[in-house]
């Protein structure tokens, strides 16, 4: 095989590989257990539109005592942003 064709499928192999997976950490205020969700995709229009909801959502309360605590962005396996709610609120409260 040829260092081009060599090439040419690792390329191929790197662009249409790539994995975007969530974490999101909740906590129960009233019980006390904490639950981490886990969502993956391979869509970047699915990923992105994950993202925006995530980042607007951290923080928030999903039900009366659940709330999301923190959230973790990956690629392919590599930690790209971490959000944390003590630190939004922080930033809001001063």
Do not use: H, P, W
């Not at 040419?8 to 205020?29: A, C, G, P, W």
């Amino acid at each position: 095989m040829s260092k081009v064709t060599e090439l040419t499928k690792e390329l191929q192999r790197v662009m249409y590989s790539t994995t975007y997976s969530f974490e999101i950490d909740t906590e129960d205020y009233v019980f006390g257990f904490k639950n981490t969700i886990k969502k993956r995709t391979k869509s970047l229009a699915k990923a992105s539109k994950l993202k925006v909801k995530l980042t607007n959502d951290c923080g928030r309360f999903l039900s009366e005592t659940v709330r999301v605590v923190a959230v973790l962005f990956y690629k392919n396996g590599e930690l790209t942003k971490e959000l944390k709610a003590e630190k939004i609120t922080a930033a809001y409260n001063g």
